[in-house]
């Protein structure tokens, strides 16, 4: 009887030891779950990467590896897209400038997300001054890179707009600067115990 009461009693401990070992997760769904939720946009966050979750596992290192690629590849859609905007449609000079501009923002931006890739290659799951100095610069060219997108988003403020040039290029840039915004506050995440953080800057509307 005694034995059996030890066994109920050591249970519980067991459990707790497990949840704090694990951070209460114990799928690669439930951690980019909750992983997200440090995000600024979390449900756009679970929906670009849960496919992944294969590949994540419990990784912070493969969770924000995931979301740059996702938001590289996001980028040169949008990209690509405003280029074809730029050639189909009749423009004014401002229009044409703002679109122009903007193409090259996202040029940018895709060139900065790509050096954070190969950056994050280099990055092991330790610790050290390596590390440290690694993470900062992907922490500086993702926030760069957000820089990027709403610089493009500033370009098409105001009245005097098309308003379908201005409402199907700003809707398409304002979906990469969230997924960059995330990946950014992912990227944070994974270095936030061996570095500072950079803020996530805000996103214009």
Known sequence: MAARHEIIFVLPLLLVSFVSHTGGTT????????????????????????????????????????????????TRSCSSFVKSMAKQMRMKPREYGAVQDCI????????????????????GEGLGEDFEWHMSNVQTWVSAALTDDNTCLDGFDGRAMNGNVKAAIKGRVLHVAQLTSNALALVNRFAQTHTTPLQTPPILN
């Open 104 to 123: 090259e923002n996202m040029g940018d931006s895709v060139d900065r997300l790509s050096q954070s890739v190969r950056e994050m290659g280099r990055v």
């Open 27 to 74: 799928t690669p769904q439930d951690f980019i779950k909750s992983s997200c939720r440090a995000t600024r946009y979390p449900a756009l966050c679970v929906e670009c990467l849960i496919g992944y979750a294969g590949v994540i596992g419990q990784s912070k290192r493969q969770l924000a590896l995931a979301a740059l690629s996702v938001t590289i590849s996001s």
